[in-house]
């Protein structure tokens, strides 16, 4: 059984947001869609299956304001202990998974994140839950700087429920990748996370449009192998149902 700190450094590294013809990059792609109604659908290599992530509501939530990064991406590490900023409002992606209870399936929520876009076009994170335990994300983390390339880096700094986290995030190259759902043209990312208890790593791949398509994490784990996790995008759907976006 994986210990709450391997959880919780597993949600800090887990992205998960949002064809049979692969999408070509066009300038100024949004590769992490923000949009009310959207739902993506991953299959994992975990026990429990395929993952939900459904983009259901806004809410508003104080934090602290992130540090500010150059245009290509590049940033130093943000003070920690800066006055909190105005409540800002997020979107809340909330992930699920598929549980069989006597007699029926349903859809059981395991964990939320508060994602935003910033006034320089950067992703933030707010506040993530895993279960019913909030897990407070100070000052908010970038996910993903503004306007991705191969080439750029970022730093982030901070802290995590009660530990302290350093992120280097660098996209490495622009690939096409397949997974359930199709071809796509994406963005390669590797982000390095260090915490005081820990290390881990994950390579992300989005795609203009549509989003995180694929991810591979890797967690260190104390006295044994390295924990492993693989995600792959099978289905999405950019907004509401009635939307004729996504497949």
């Known amino acids: 059984m994986r210990s709450p700190f391997a959880a919780a450094l597993l949600l800090l590294l887990v992205r998960v947001a949002g ?14 869609p923000l949009v009310r109604g959207s739902e993506w659908v991953y299959a994992t290599d975990l026990p429990q299956g395929d993952w939900i992530v459904q983009a259901l509501h806004p809410e508003s939530i104080s934090g602290r304001a992130p540090s500010h990064h150059d245009q290509h991406g590049h940033g130093g590490e943000p003070p920690v202990g800066e006055a909190k900023d105005e409540k800002r409002e997020y979107l809340v992606l909330y992930r699920s998974i598929t549980a069989t209870v006597p007699g029926r399936s349903q859809q059981v929520t395991i964990g939320k994140e508060w994602f935003r876009r910033d006034e320089d076009g950067e992703v933030l994170c707010g506040r993530r839950q895993l279960g019913k335990d909030p897990i407070y994300v100070d000052p908010p983390q970038v996910c993903l700087p503004a306007s991705p390339r191969p080439g750029g880096t970022w730093t982030w700094s901070g802290t995590v429920a009660d530990d302290t986290a350093r992120i280097d995030g660098s996209v490495e190259a622009e690939e096409t990748v397949k997974v359930p759902a199709g071809e796509f043209k994406a963005l390669r990312v590797r982000v390095e996370t260090t915490t005081s208890r820990g290390k881990g790593r994950a390579t992300r791949w989005y795609a203009p449009g549509v989003g995180l398509v694929k991810e591979e994490v890797e967690i260190a784990v104390k006295d044994g192998p390295p924990a492993r996790t693989r995600a792959e995008l099978k289905s999405w759907r950019i907004g509401p149902p009635t939307d004729a976006g996504g497949r």
């Open 19 to 32: 064809a049979a013809e692969p999408a070509s990059i066009a300038p100024g792609p949004d590769w992490f």
